[in-house]
């Protein structure tokens, strides 16, 4: 293992500020410190659907969509729509999901046009466990079974098809740590409004009241 304390007393490095940091910097490492997963874990990755991913996915309202571009600059994006219409399953070796009207940044996309590959993780609320999907990735503006993801009869305005590469559900002990379900632990008003929010970094130069009434009931109207 590496140490900061190498490094010049109180030099920034590349991974932040200095101090008594020790790095990770190879797999044995790595292993040292988490250890080798059970043979079930370590093998349960699938390359293709099976009838529970299926039923997982069509039940699924959230994902969240990963993609780099091409020098590896990450991103994530949430995705949401009602159960049945967010990823549509085309067969067994590939999915779709759903692009509605947003904001136009589109980060996401502008990396699969760079670098395809891709990776998924679908949620259910209420449950921990989660279903992972890692393929590659391409745009999609057209296609037939865009009419079984319209929402509101409107259809996506395009979709990411994923062709799968792995496939596997992933415990639900980040949930469990986290309480993420339980309502007792939920405590959103110890941060400020999306309009106070939006008003302090985004749109300073904007009304309050106006930027309030902009995320209000009617923001929902405006989804589809």
């Known amino acids: 293992m590496r140490s900061s304390d190498d490094l010049v007393p109180d030099a920034p490095t590349d991974g932040g500020p200095a101090g008594d940091v020790q790095t990770v910097?190879?797999?044995?490492?790595?292993?040292?410190?988490?250890?080798?997963p059970l043979p079930h874990v370590r093998d349960k990755v699938r390359?293709?659907?099976?009838?529970?991913?299926?039923?997982?996915l069509e039940v699924s309202p959230f994902c969240v969509l990963a993609t780099a571009d091409a020098e590896g600059r990450c991103d994530a994006s949430p995705k949401g729509d009602p159960t049945g219409s967010l990823v549509h399953v085309i067969d067994d070796g590939h999915v779709a999901?759903?692009?509605?009207?947003?904001n136009r940044r589109v980060d996401g996309y502008r990396n699969v046009l760079v670098n395809p590959h891709v990776g998924l993780l679908s949620f259910v609320p209420g449950r921990g466990d989660t279903l992972r999907v890692n393929g590659r990735a391409r745009?999609?503006?057209d296609a037939p079974w865009f009419?079984?993801?319209?929402?509101?009869?409107?259809?996506?305005?395009?979709?990411?098809?994923?062709?799968?590469?792995?496939?596997?559900?992933?415990?639900?002990?980040?949930?469990?740590?986290s309480g993420l379900w339980q309502p007792d632990t939920w405590t959103p008003d110890v941060l400020p409004s999306v309009a106070e929010i939006s008003k302090e970094l985004y749109r300073p130069q904007d009304d309050l009241g106006e930027l309030q009434q902009y995320y209000g009931p009617s923001y929902a109207e405006k989804l589809y």
């Open 25 to 36: 910097d190879s797999i044995a490492e790595l292993e040292e410190v988490v250890g080798h």
């Open 47 to 56: 390359p293709r659907l099976v009838e529970l991913d299926r039923r997982w």
């Open 147 to 177: 009419d079984a993801m319209a929402v509101r009869g409107r259809r996506p305005v395009l979709a990411v098809e994923i062709t799968v590469e792995e496939v596997f559900h992933h415990c639900a002990k980040a949930f469990l740590r």
């Open 97 to 102: 999901v759903a692009e509605r009207p947003g």
């Open 139 to 141: 745009l999609v503006r």
